[in-house]
């Protein structure tokens, strides 16, 4: 299976920083990736899917970047309501798998 | 609007089955590759089944593998998910989610609400 890593975690920032998340697959996968955000108790949100594509609704300080095995999400200007935990998602072989996420905090 | 509803988890005493089902609005489930992903209490995502639009395809995580099948009814817009053989480290909250193109590897633009699997004696 691909192994997905995540870096860092848990990450502190303050209210408009630039904030950058690394996402690492043990394999290539091309532009087979996916982010998400979730917040606590509720489900998942797609926020960039084939690893730079801005999912419709998303704000644009949201980004993606990367293809093989290198990937990042980054954030232009933290926003209050961006305090959540990001996941990536390799979309190129079964199983599917996750990375361990990466929980942006207050700092 | 596209909403997945998820219902059927509960408690279960370890060795036990549950079916969970996820019923879809909002368009037709027909053509889409339908997925299962679940969430143990405090721990990351883990996908956990998918079964291609005419159901001709499954695959499982090694985790459920042999014990979870996953089905679906076109004809009712609904997903299954039938878990046997539970074990304690299953619970978790199951989320139903939906492709975002027709295609069986994609990412997940639609999510359930998720309904929660706690597996306890």
């Known amino acids: 299976a691909i192994q997905m890593t995540q870096s860092p975690s848990p990450l502190s920032a303050s209210v408009g920083d630039r904030v950058t998340i690394t996402c690492r697959a043990s394999?290539?996968?091309?532009?087979?990736l996916s982010w998400y955000q979730q917040k606590p108790g509720k489900a998942p949100k797609l926020l960039i899917y084939?690893?730079?594509s801005l999912f419709g609704g998303v704000p644009s300080r949201f980004s993606g970047t990367g293809s093989g095995t290198n990937f990042t999400l980054t954030i232009s200007s933290l926003q209050p309501e961006d305090f959540a935990t990001y996941y990536c998602?390799?979309?190129?072989?079964?199983?599917?798998?996750f990375g361990p996420g990466t929980k942006v905090e207050i700092k | 609007e596209v909403q997945l509803v998820e219902s059927g988890g509960g408690l279960v005493q370890p060795g036990g089955s549950l079916r969970l089902s996820c019923v879809v609005s909002?368009?037709?489930?027909?053509?889409?590759?339908m997925n299962w992903v679940r969430q143990a209490p405090g721990k990351g995502l883990e996908w956990v089944s998918v079964?291609?639009?005419?159901?001709?395809?499954?695959s499982f995580a090694d985790s459920v593998k042999g014990r979870f099948t996953i089905s679906r009814d076109n004809s009712k817009n609904t997903v299954y998910l039938q878990m046997n053989s539970l074990r304690a480290e299953d619970t978790a909250v199951y989320y139903c989610?939906?492709?975002?193109?027709?295609?069986?590897?994609?990412?997940?633009?639609?999510w359930g609400q998720g309904t929660t699997v706690t597996v306890s004696s």
């Open positions: 989610v939906k492709p975002k193109y027709q295609l069986l590897l994609d990412s997940f633009d639609v």
């Open positions: 998602l390799q979309n190129y072989l079964f199983p599917r798998t």
């Open positions: 394999q290539g996968i091309g532009n087979a």
């Open positions: 909002g368009l037709s489930i027909r053509t889409y590759a």
């Open positions: 079964i291609s639009d005419s159901s001709e395809s499954t």
């Open positions: 084939d690893a730079s």
